[in-house]
């Protein structure tokens, strides 16, 4: 089985106000995003993290891969230390919790000959406004995918703006009761 997420944002305190999550510290967040993600994920599966995995110590980053079940594989996001957009890309310590670091947007074949494109970010954030509700400057124009005519765009960054908007999918888990979201229930949504 494969599966799909992003923005976990493990070791990031201030994620949980920003996104209102319900967790009253960053151990019981990364404690319940483990949990969830084993809950579904099993040791043969493939999950793919579309950005955003942690922002806390570079030092963790071992344990967590460890804690996670399944084959991982990385698309980064802004907040991942292997980003491309990053001054001092750091990607072994990615590379020994387990990820295969995956270009910044990726296509992958689905079943029934689905072809969609995994990137962190989705194709724009029309409308969008800061925390202090001033409007939101786009400083990613030059990071985001561009996907062929009617083709489905994977991705996270947007948190909990959206689960669903045209043909872009936000598999980030603040839309997803902090799961990761299935293959299965992406090709649901694909084929309407």
């Known amino acids: 089985?494969?599966?799909f997420t992003s923005d976990q944002h493990f070791g990031h305190t201030n994620i949980i106000a920003?996104?209102?999550?319900?967790?009253?510290?960053?151990w019981h967040m990364r404690t319940e995003l483990i949990a969830h993600w084993n809950a579904c994920v099993g040791e043969g599966d493939q999950v793919y993290v579309l950005g955003d995995f942690t922002m806390g110590s570079m030092n963790d980053l071992g344990h967590l891969g460890a804690a996670l079940?399944?084959?991982?594989f990385l698309v980064p996001g802004n907040h991942d230390e292997c980003w491309r957009g990053k001054r001092n890309i750091k990607r072994a310590p990615y590379g020994y919790a387990g990820f295969t670091i995956l270009d910044d947007a990726v296509d992958i074949d689905m079943e029934g000959g689905v072809v969609a494109r995994m990137c962190?970010?989705?194709l724009s954030?029309?409308?969008a406004v800061t925390r202090s509700g001033e409007p939101y400057v786009d400083r990613f124009t030059h990071?985001?995918?561009?996907?062929?005519k009617g083709q489905w765009l994977l991705h996270g960054h947007v948190h909990n703006a959206w689960k669903v908007k045209d043909h872009q999918i936000n598999v980030g888990v603040d839309v997803w009761d902090y799961y990761p979201v299935s293959e299965t229930?992406?090709?649901?949504i694909v084929n309407g």
């Open 120 to 122: 962190h970010f989705p």
């Open 143 to 148: 990071y985001r995918p561009t996907v062929a």
């Open 1 to 3: 089985m494969r599966w």
């Open 69 to 72: 079940n399944g084959e991982k």
């Open 18 to 26: 920003y996104c209102d999550r319900p967790f009253n510290s960053v």
């Open 125 to 127: 954030e029309p409308g």
């Open 185 to 188: 229930e992406i090709l649901r």
